[in-house]
């Protein structure tokens, strides 16, 4: 298998680590997101703008990309506007939609929650999510 280069999208390490993550999870949901994700390197896709919320911080300068195939849990790829146009992008995180799980690691992951209080809750709601979605881990 050859690997796929993107000329304008690049990845934050722990963005590489949630797509071999969901690579181990669900085949079709990661052939969908690298899909996406050419589109967006050849500018035929842009992100949705994101905002800034109390619990994620300031993510005014990304945006969301969804993922949906039918019998799927919808993801979200959160990527970071590097050139001030989405045409160079970082993404940041690719995870499951629910509960807010990819802006969180946005938030965490751009250290957008400057508050100690609010950056202890977003890691407890992190690892709760986790939790739920994978089971305890041994």
Do not use: W
């Amino acid at each position: 298998m050859t690997r796929r280069r993107f000329e304008r999208v690049s990845f934050l390490p722990q963005a590489a680590d949630d797509m071999r993550a969901l690579a181990a999870r669900s085949r079709p949901l990661v052939i969908e997101v690298l899909r996406l994700l050419v589109l967006l390197d050849q500018g035929r896709l842009r992100p949705a703008p994101l905002r800034h919320f109390g619990k994620t911080g300031d993510l005014s300068d990304c945006g969301k990309i969804v993922v949906a195939l039918q019998g799927q849990p919808e993801y979200r790829v959160v990527v970071r506007d590097v050139d001030g146009s989405f045409r160079v992008c970082e993404v940041v995180a690719v995870e499951e939609r629910a509960r807010d799980l990819p802006y969180l690691l946005a938030g965490m992951r751009l250290n957008r929650l400057d508050d100690p209080i609010r950056r202890s809750e977003a890691l407890r709601r992190i690892d709760r999510i986790r939790r739920l979605r994978d089971g305890p881990s041994t």
